[in-house]
C-alpha cells in the first residue's frame, strides 16, 4: 500500500496512490492515517477496498492538489543522530556506540512539498534526507527486533531540516535546532513494509538548486530500523502513528568545505528509492 493524504492543510483526506499518478479516495472509509487508524489494524483494513475501487475504475488524477504529510501530526517525532558512520566522521562526532536520540517538535511535519521556512536569526540552516519509520501498534518494552518489525506500519522520506547554530553552538540539547516550523517535510507517502524488498538496501538523494549534496543508502546505517524501535521502547512508550527519522548519509551543508547552508530562494529536492521524492522552495519564516 501507498497511502496518501491529499488537500490543503489542516483539510487533507486519506488516499492510496495506485499507478504512478492515480489514486484512490478513501476519506469515506477511514478519518485520517492517525493513531487510532494505525492502531485499529491500519493499512490491512484498506488492501480489499483499494483493490476493488482500482479495478472497477474508481480512480482519480493526482494532478496539482497539494500532497500533505502521509501521517497526522504524531504524539512525537524521534530523531536519531549520527546514525551514518560517514556522516558522524563528517561531523567531526565521534562514532557512537548507541543511538543518539534527540525529539522534534511534532507540529514540525509538513508535507513533501511544501515551504521549508528560514527560522529568524538563523545562519546555519541545512539539509538531511533521513529514512522516516512509521509506528503501527503500541511499542513498550519490546521482547526483539521480530516484535519491532511487527510494530512497523510502513516507511517515509523526511527532510530532518536542522539550524546546525541553534543545534550545537547555543548549549543545551538538539531539540533547539531541530524543532523549528516546517522543519520535517515528510511523504510523498507511507510505503507499507510489505511493498519494500530491503529496506536495509535503499538509495537515497539529496539536491540543492540542482547540486548533488547527499547520495547514499540505507545499507550503511550504524543501527537499522528494527534495531532503532525496539532501542526506543525500552526508553519510552512508541504510539500508533509516532515517528522515527533515522539519521543521514554524509552530504550535509555542515559538513562541506568550506560549510554550505541553506538560503531564501534555494531549492532542495530529495528522495529514496520505492518511496518518493520532496521537492521544497527556502523561504523566510513570517
Not at 34 to 51: K, Q, R, S, W, Y
Not at 75 to 102: C, K, S, T, W
Not at 130 to 152: C, M
Not at 268 to 277: A, F, M, T
Request: with cysteine.
Amino acid at each position: 500500500m501507498h497511502l496518501l493524504r491529499l488537500g490543503p492543510t489542516g483539510g487533507e483526506r486519506p488516499a492510496a496512490q495506485v499507478g504512478a499518478a492515480e489514486y484512490v479516495d478513501l476519506s469515506d472509509v477511514v478519518g485520517d492515517f492517525d493513531e487510532a487508524f494505525f492502531a485499529g489494524g491500519g493499512a490491512g483494513l484498506l488492501h480489499d477496498i483499494v483493490a476493488q475501487r482500482s479495478a472497477s475504475g474508481q480512480t482519480f488524477r493526482l494532478g496539482a492538489q497539494r500532497i500533505g504529510a502521509p501521517i497526522a501530526r504524531p504524539h512525537q517525532i524521534v530523531g536519531i543522530g549520527l546514525n551514518y558512520r560517514d556522516h558522524a566522521i563528517e561531523a567531526g562526532m565521534p562514532i557512537p556506540a548507541e543511538p543518539i536520540v534527540f525529539t522534534k517538535a511534532p507540529n514540525t511535519l509538513g508535507g513533501p512539498n511544501d515551504d521549508v521556512h528560514i527560522p529568524r536569526g538563523s545562519a546555519k540552516t541545512d539539509w538531511e534526507v533521513e529514512l522516516g519509520v512509521v509506528i503501527g501498534s503500541r511499542s513498550r518494552y519490546l521482547e526483539d527486533e521480530q516484535a519491532a518489525r511487527r510494530a512497523i506500519a510502513g516507511y517515509v522520506v523526511v527532510n530532518d531540516v536542522s539550524e546546525r547554530s541553534f543545534q550545537l553552538e547555543r548549549g543545551g540539547q538538539w531539540v533547539k535546532g531541530k524543532s523549528a516550523e516546517t522543519f520535517s517535510p515528510c511523504g510523498p507517502m507511507l510505503v507499507t513494509p510489505d511493498e519494500i524488498p530491503d529496506v536495509a538496501d535503499l538509495s537515497m538523494w539529496l539536491d540543492v538548486n540542482g547540486v548533488r549534496r547527499q547520495t547514499g543508502s540505507t545499507a550503511t546505517m550504524l543501527f537499522g530500523p528494527a534495531f532503532l524501535v525496539h532501542y526506543l521502547s525500552q526508553f519510552m512508550v512508541l504510539e500508533p502513528g509516532d515517528l522515527i527519522s533515522t539519521g543521514t548519509p554524509p552530504g550535509v551543508g555542515m559538513g562541506l568545505d568550506p560549510p554550505v547552508f541553506l538560503r531564501v530562494g534555494d531549492v532542495v529536492e530529495l528522495g529514496i528509492d520505492g518511496l518518493g521524492s520532496q521537492r521544497q522552495q527556502v523561504v523566510a519564516a513570517p
